[in-house]
């Protein structure tokens, strides 16, 4: 049996029941041991290069718990002698890992409250899923919100903790996900993260440089399937994936909007201040609603290819 068939399981599970919210949620237990050892860790008055270091341990201590709980899981799912409870218990916890449901439900939520012209009610939502000012934002400024996070979300939130399952197993993809959590929670270039982050970030970055890739050739993929653009995603992601501001974001951002003939980038507010972010692709059509749900079946297109692909190569 391909070890790709847990994958598979696993995102099954994921389009069949979603991502629970529980305390016991292992994503939910990395971030309160993240938040542990930083307590423990991070001082104002360290120097930079204390800061550095500190945040080096924590990420080095985070990643080693978690591979070894992926790892004691794997020996735990072999030591059941039915073929189906192996699976199940590992697929169970890699579909924790992945979240192309919760990411779709809520990018789909924003697309009908457009659609129903509660327009209030989709920059309160669309608030909770990007990190830039939202309320003044237009239907357009949602729907390209939207879009960007559903792109960009594909690679940390599906293809990267898939890939390092097909590359090193449920080990390796629990410890990607800490990487990735701990980005999420550190990495930020304010006063507060510029250097105890500074590790998260830059392992993140590592991390996502394989997989970041991949997901734009998926993407353009997913746009032949679809019947969508898929020349203009291709020269859109050769032209201008290195404009992102992430050395990785804009691999998938300017593939979507190729595909979707949109234009995505711009400018942007954070705490009030603006910041304005490349333009990826063409605006050959009008941003709305609509191009939310391109997305939407672009990351899952995409992800079904990764696994067919993976199964038929680790068969």
Request: charged share 20%; net charge neutral.
């Amino acid at each position: 049996m391909s070890p790709m068939i847990i994958a598979v399981v696993a995102f099954l599970i994921d389009a069949l029941l979603g991502d629970p919210r529980s305390k016991f949620h292992p994503v939910v237990m990395m971030g309160n041991l993240i938040s542990l050892l930083e307590k423990i860790l991070r001082r104002e008055l360290d120097s930079p290069l204390l800061k550095i270091f500190k945040g080096g341990l924590l990420v080095g201590t985070v990643v080693a718990i978690a591979y070894v709980v992926g790892f004691a899981v794997e020996l735990i799912s072999h030591a059941m002698p039915d073929l189906a409870a192996q699976v199940f218990i590992q697929a169970l916890v890699l579909s924790f890992m992945i979240s192309p449901r919760t990411l779709g439900d809520a990018a789909r939520e924003i697309y009908w409250l457009l659609e129903s012209e509660n327009l209030p009610r989709a920059r309160e939502k669309v608030g909770w899923i990007v990190g830039r000012d939202t309320v003044n934002l237009n239907e357009a400024e949602v729907s390209r919100a939207t879009v960007e996070t559903v792109a960009e979300n594909t690679v940390d939130g599906v293809i990267s903790p898939l890939f390092y399952f097909a590359v090193g197993g449920l080990p390796l993809a629990v410890a990607y996900r800490a990487i990735n959590t701990m980005d999420s929670m550190l990495g930020y270039k304010n006063e507060k993260y510029f250097y105890f982050g500074r590790m998260a970030a830059r392992l993140d970055d590592v991390a996502n440089f394989i997989p970041a890739r991949l997901t734009g050739l998926l993407f353009v993929g997913a746009a032949i399937v679809l019947q969508l653009d898929w020349r203009n995603a291709f020269n859109m992601m050769r032209r201008d994936a290195s404009k992102h501001p992430s050395p990785n974001g804009g691999w998938a951002e300017a593939t979507v909007a190729g595909a979707l003939n949109i234009q995505l980038g711009g400018m942007n507010y954070y705490f009030g201040k603006p910041h304005f972010r490349a333009y990826m692709g063409e605006p050959n059509e009008i941003l709305e609603a609509a191009h939310i749900l391109g997305a939407i079946r672009l990351m899952y297109t995409a992800t079904i290819l990764f696994l067919t692909f993976a199964c038929v190569i680790r068969f």
